[in-house]
């Protein structure tokens, strides 16, 4: 894993993007674009559940009506089932979500949701070997989002509109509650992911940026 040459500069929620986004490049999978600054929001409300004691957190959702950006759509990966009917099921679509507690890095957060997220691991919904919960988190970073679509809706929690074949963009939110004696004795890292077609809503950070500052290529 090559990380850029200004990683320990960024703010938690961009080293989450780079880290993300270099586990799925590195397995052929298209990187999510960016950070986008109405998802970070989204994400940034799992860091600390409301009413809970200091240090909770949970995987946060989007709320129905959730909006991304003006004239900006979730894209689904779905298929006909019928008249005017769509299944829109499959890991990962059209959005998911993930959260760690206690981590004292985005780094330490990654190798908990892609390599001791199984049987023995971290992951407090993999109780055994058979539990549907197991490598869920892993499953979700490196989910099938689209980067094309026929399936829209406007808002989080709409009906799906079938409309003509369109680009889609793989996006990111994420949250970060850094140990300052309210996250608990380390920290707490969420991220939320989704496609969006339509207008680009706008970024907070970007792969690209990641990119240009020497993520993903060998030193020398």
Not at 146 to 157: E, L, M, V
Request: with cysteine.
């Amino acid at each position: 894993m090559y990380l850029p040459g200004d990683f320990n500069s960024l703010t938690g929620d961009e080293q989450l993007l780079v880290v993300v986004d270099l586990e799925r490049v590195a397995r052929g999978l298209p990187p999510f674009a960016g950070l986008v600054a109405s998802l970070d929001s989204v994400a940034q409300t799992g860091t600390q559940v409301r009413g809970d004691a200091a240090g909770t957190f949970e995987d946060p959702s989007f709320p129905t009506g959730f909006v991304a950006g003006p004239e900006t759509t979730f894209a689904y990966r779905c298929h006909s089932s019928g008249a005017d009917s769509y299944s829109c099921d499959g890991s990962g679509q059209p959005g998911a979500a993930i959260a760690a507690g206690n981590q004292i890095s985005a780094l330490d957060a990654d190798y908990g949701w892609m390599y001791d997220d199984g049987p023995g691991g971290s992951n407090y919904d993999c109780t055994s070997p058979t539990a549907r919960g197991c490598w869920g988190h892993r499953d979700n970073i490196l989910g099938s989002y689209p980067t094309k679509t026929r399936f829209i809706s406007a808002q989080w929690g709409a009906p799906v509109t079938a409309v003509s074949s369109r680009r889609a963009v793989p996006v990111m939110g994420a949250g970060t509650l850094q140990p300052d004696g309210a996250g608990g004795p380390q920290g707490n890292w969420t991220a939320i992911f989704t496609s969006v077609s339509g207008r680009t809503p706008r970024f907070a950070y970007t792969w690209k940026q990641a990119l240009a500052a020497g993520a993903n290529s060998p030193p020398g």
